[in-house]
């Protein structure tokens, strides 16, 4: 089955705590990006990839890093979580770019207290 | 900065009803656009893509039409049934004029729909 993962699905953290996120696809996809959404702001880029080793920064790429070593992979790492990353994130993938139809995975609900 | 903008932010309807969302967004200048069906617990699953050269898709009950130069999309729904209360969502993607122009996706907040049985 095609599919975008994720884990955790579910993660209550503390300030400060260094966190990574993995996301993982089955598609042999070469772009893949992160979002977070938030009530009020709606669905908001972070980071995307085009292809292995060529990532760059969304909208609000402030205090997340990314690394794209596997074409599958694309983990979502927090070096010095804060309680304004609380927030419900989302991996995309897609053959190229955004120009084409966005495979999301489940989503990973994160809590920074 | 594109801006997408969705009205209502929520809808409840009877069972049966036609119902229509609608998106807008203000630059015209945009490579396709996607409407995106939300439910809870679970991502976003990709309803329509209409390309900034057509008019409109169908996929079933479900009917999408971009009027690229006003800068609108609606999302028609027939005969709604409850199965298809979800938050949906429409995001446009800009033309790939540089080489990472075409990789991102600007949403709008979405409409909530209800139907109820």
């Known amino acids: 089955e095609a599919q975008v993962t994720q884990n955790p699905r579910y993660l209550i953290t503390v300030t400060g705590k260094k966190l990574t996120v993995t996301c993982s696809q089955n598609?042999?996809?070469?772009?893949m990006s992160w979002y977070r959404q938030d009530p009020g702001l709606g669905l908001r880029q972070i980071y995307y990839?085009?292809?292995?080793?060529?990532?760059d920064k969304g909208d609000v790429p402030e205090g997340y890093k990314v690394s794209r070593k596997e074409k599958r992979n694309f983990p979502l790492i927090l070096e010095s979580p804060s309680p304004n990353q609380t927030s419900l994130y989302f991996c995309?993938?897609?053959?190229?770019?955004?120009?084409?139809?966005?495979?999301f995975g489940p989503g990973t609900r994160l809590t920074v207290t | 900065k594109q801006e997408v903008t969705q009205i209502p932010a929520a809808l409840s309807v009877p069972e049966g009803e036609n119902l229509v969302l609608n998106c807008s967004f203000t630059?015209?200048?945009?490579?396709?656009l996607q409407w995106f069906r939300q439910d809870p617990g679970k991502g976003l699953t990709s309803l329509l893509l209409?390309?900034?050269?057509?008019r409109e898709q169908t996929s079933g009950r479900l009917n999408a039409s971009l009027d690229k130069s006003s800068g609108r999309s609606t999302l028609y729904i027939a005969a709604s049934q409850p199965g298809d209360s979800a938050t949906y969502l429409c995001?446009?993607?800009?033309?790939?004029?540089?080489?990472?122009?075409?990789?991102?996706?600007?949403f709008g907040e979405g409409t909530q729909l209800t139907v109820n049985p």
């Open positions: 990839s085009m292809n292995v080793e060529v990532t």
């Open positions: 209409i390309q900034s050269s057509q």
């Open positions: 598609m042999n996809h070469e772009y």
């Open positions: 995001a446009v993607t800009p033309p790939p004029i540089i080489k990472t122009s075409g990789s991102r996706l600007t």
């Open positions: 995309a993938s897609s053959w190229t770019g955004a120009l084409y139809e966005q495979y």
């Open positions: 630059d015209s200048a945009i490579y396709n």
